[in-house]
């Protein structure tokens, strides 16, 4: 019984540390990496392009593991139905995924995520996540949950990082809000 504790014990732990961000996130007043990436907008590929949606206002880039994962459905479907808020402001949402790639069509116009009101990036081998500093510790290849607001000057404004979904949509939210009144 002892040694199923010590195992379930260990089990858990290693899973954390799997799981665990980096926390290497850049930092405020960093300039933003500039990327291009194959993109969806309810089910329609398209390439996002950094540098353009800057043209436009604030942009949120938020990192996430996976699609059709329970925290990332969580996440999607809060920015969903927040985007309204972001339009308003004349930011631009996009999230950016490592993981099931090829799920991301679907993932955008799914109602109980994206439901078409915002684009998902495929950041195959998580070649962005890397540049932005967001990848999971002991799993590289996979974008943690960091979410960057960064100002149409490039430089970022704001940095959340956590694995908890709840609170990425309010972070960001909220310092575009503080972007929109230094204005």
Not at 13 to 38: D, H, M, R, W, Y
Not at 65 to 74: D, L, M, R, V, Y
Not at 76 to 97: C, E, M, P, R, Y
Not at 115 to 122: D, R
């Amino acid at each position: 019984m002892k040694s199923l504790l010590k195992f379930a014990a260990l089990s858990l732990v290693g899973t954390a540390i799997l799981t665990s961000p980096a926390f290497a996130a850049l930092k405020e007043g960093t300039q933003a990496p500039e990327f291009t990436a194959p993109a969806y907008l309810a089910g329609q590929p398209f390439t996002f392009d950094l540098a353009d949606a800057l043209k436009k206002g604030p942009v949120v880039v938020y990192f996430f593991p996976a699609a059709h994962t329970s925290g990332c459905n969580i996440e999607a479907h809060l920015f969903s139905q927040a985007i309204d808020q972001f339009k308003a402001l004349h930011a631009t949402v996009i999230g950016v995924t490592a993981g099931h790639t090829s799920e991301l069509a679907a993932f955008s116009k799914e109602t109980e995520h994206c439901g078409g009101k915002f684009p998902v990036a495929a950041d195959e081998g998580a070649k962005i996540a890397k540049e932005y500093d967001a990848t999971l510790m002991l799993k590289p290849d996979w974008s943690d949950r960091t979410s960057y607001v960064i100002a149409p000057s490039g430089k970022i404004t704001h940095v959340y990082s956590s694995l908890s979904p709840t609170k990425h949509v309010q972070e960001t939210l909220d310092a575009v809000k503080a972007l929109e009144k230094q204005g």
